[in-house]
């Protein structure tokens, strides 16, 4: 089983819809918990972090996690066709430094 | 430029020879990591440096690759001998370490082609 698994999509949703991206991952002593996003040919652009169980809102995105489900979310409100892109879920590895990252489920806004 | 810096941005080499990769972190940054995405994947961690040291290696890094950080500043990635599967972005990031959640930010990579 690897480590994280994402949903590899495409995910389409109209604009101005909400986008809800998944992420599960298998190391129950996993402390953080970040969401990057990266568009073709790009490198990954940090979205948010979190690390406690609940919601993290920031501007139109919202984090969520919920460690005795060992899942973590991503909401995208108000999508827009600039949003489409790669996202990416990491978490820190067993040794705090290394990030194990999905595949990535890539999301198209139409217009 | 406050971000993270690589060089080369595009290397394309044949099967065999040796290449060599920068990275330039973000000031006063002592944690540095390497990664490798391939089209289709995520990133996959290679290495860590935490300031000069070397304190993690991923069973990915084959003894024809090789990372220094010797100040404790740049950082270089060389791959010797380098075949096809080699082929990939390569990725550097850095973190400052100074928080109990430590947030990596990714320079633009490095795009190898081995043909």
């Known amino acids: 089983q690897k480590e994280v698994e994402q949903n590899s999509g495409p995910l389409s949703v109209p604009e101005g819809a909400i986008a809800s991206l998944n992420c599960t991952y298998s190391?129950?002593?996993?402390?953080?918990f970040f969401w990057y996003r990266q568009y073709s040919g790009k490198s990954p652009e940090l979205i948010m972090f979190?690390?406690?169980?609940g919601d993290k809102e920031d501007g139109r995105f919202t984090a969520q996690l919920n460690k005795a489900s060992q899942y973590v979310s991503l909401l995208i409100r108000d999508s827009q066709p600039s949003d489409s892109a790669t996202y990416l879920c990491?978490?820190?590895?067993?040794?705090?430094?290394?990030?194990?990252f999905g595949k990535g489920t890539s999301l198209l806004v139409t217009p | 430029d406050t971000g993270v810096s690589q060089n080369p941005r595009h290397k394309i080499t044949k099967r065999g020879q040796n290449v060599t990769f920068r990275c330039d972190p973000i000031?006063?940054?002592?944690?540095l990591y390497w990664y490798r995405q391939t089209l289709g994947q995520g990133p996959e961690f290679l290495t860590y440096?935490?300031?000069?040291?070397?304190?993690?290696k991923s069973r990915l890094l084959s003894d024809r690759f090789s990372a220094e950080r010797p100040k404790g500043s740049f950082s270089t990635l060389e791959i010797q001998r380098t075949e096809q599967g080699d082929s990939a972005m390569y990725l550097c990031?850095?973190?400052?370490?100074?928080?109990?959640?430590?947030?990596?930010?990714f320079g633009p990579g490095t795009r190898l082609t081995v043909l």
């Open positions: 990031a850095s973190s400052s370490g100074a928080t109990s959640t430590d947030t990596q930010y």
């Open positions: 190391d129950r002593g996993s402390q953080s």
């Open positions: 979190i690390y406690s169980n």
């Open positions: 990491a978490v820190t590895s067993n040794s705090g430094y290394a990030l194990n």
């Open positions: 000031s006063e940054h002592n944690r």
């Open positions: 440096f935490q300031n000069e040291a070397q304190l993690e």
